[in-house]
Nanobody
């Protein structure tokens, strides 16, 4: 069984920071890219960031320069450091790994107040 568990969400004022973490269990973590997505109320789920097996990263334009994705293959975790948060970053954030199928975590709520 594959499990992805996100943590680290919360309520923060605009301009603040949060660090999300995704823990993976049940797969050979080092073999797969890790994606972070988010879904705001009334909106579709959108891509936020990706880190591949070679630690190459990619970000959606709206978070470039503010968010940093990382991974630790020993701990089987991926972190998303979010700085200079804006109210429009408010969403549920999901960790995603595509291996034999598309695996998702349960999500962690991030709320940024103005």
């Amino acid at each position: 069984q594959v499990y992805l568990t996100e943590s680290g969400g919360g309520l923060v004022q605009a301009g603040g920071s949060l660090r999300l973490s995704c823990k993976a269990i049940g797969l050979n973590f080092r073999l797969y890219s890790v994606n972070w997505y988010r879904q705001a109320p009334g909106k579709e789920r959108e891509f936020v960031a990706r880190i591949d097996t070679g630690h190459t990263t990619d970000y959606t334009d709206s978070v470039k320069g503010r968010f940093t994705i990382s991974r630790d293959n020993v701990r089987r975790t991926s972190d998303l450091q979010m700085n200079s948060l804006k109210p429009e970053d408010t969403a549920i954030y999901y960790c995603n790994i595509v291996s034999s199928r598309n695996f998702w975590g349960q999500g962690t709520q991030v709320t940024v107040s103005s």
